[in-house]
């Protein structure tokens, strides 16, 4: 248990951030996508920029993880209809259920026990497309 505290504090302050920043309010996820207020876009495209210059720090400076070993990162076939697809069903689910993966934790921290069932749900969905993946269209 020891070994894994410092994810959970880190989860713990992460929650914290998203309740400070209002990132899990309902009312700030349906402004975006009635496109009312920049709130979550800047949110969301502050993290964009943050990741992409992290990822070119790591490949301009061939950054290792904590084991010594190099992160690698590895090109993928892009096939747009897996993207467009995937997108929407995540937007949809967004869209329904005012949360994405990361809140939905800190919604339940913070006191909202029906989230469980949207846990519950992706958790379920995953599981199924890991059962099914084998026989979908890639």
Same mark, same amino acid.
């Given at each position: 248990?020891?070994?894994?505290?410092?994810? /959970?504090?880190?989860? &713990? +302050?992460? *929650?914290?951030?998203? #309740?400070?920043?209002?990132?899990?309010?309902?009312?700030?996820?349906?402004?975006?996508?009635?496109?009312?207020?920049?709130?979550?876009?800047?949110? /969301?495209?502050?993290? &964009? +920029?943050? *990741?992409?210059?992290? #990822?070119?720090?790591?490949?301009?400076?061939?950054?290792?993880?904590?084991?010594?070993?190099?992160?690698?990162?590895?090109?993928?076939?892009?096939?747009?209809?897996?993207?467009?697809?995937? *997108?929407?069903?995540?937007?949809?689910?967004?869209?329904?259920?005012?949360?994405?993966?990361?809140?939905?934790?800190?919604?339940?921290?913070?006191?909202?026990?029906?989230?469980?069932?949207?846990?519950?749900?992706?958790?379920?969905?995953?599981?199924?497309?890991?059962?099914?993946?084998?026989?979908?269209?890639?």
């Amino acid at each position: 248990m020891m070994k894994y505290l410092k994810f /959970i504090l880190l989860g &713990v +302050v992460f *929650g914290i951030m998203f #309740t400070k920043a209002e990132v899990i309010s309902w009312y700030r996820i349906q402004e975006m996508f009635r496109f009312e207020s920049f709130h979550m876009y800047g949110v /969301i495209g502050s993290a &964009v +920029v943050l *990741g992409a210059i992290g #990822t070119a720090i790591i490949k301009h400076w061939r950054m290792k993880d904590l084991y010594g070993n190099t992160i690698l990162f590895q090109d993928k076939q892009r096939t747009w209809p897996r993207y467009i697809i995937g *997108g929407t069903i995540f937007g949809l689910g967004w869209a329904l259920t005012g949360a994405c993966p990361g809140p939905m934790f800190t919604l339940v921290g913070a006191g909202h026990p029906v989230f469980l069932v949207t846990i519950a749900s992706a958790i379920a969905g995953t599981w199924a497309y890991g059962a099914l993946k084998d026989r979908l269209p890639h």
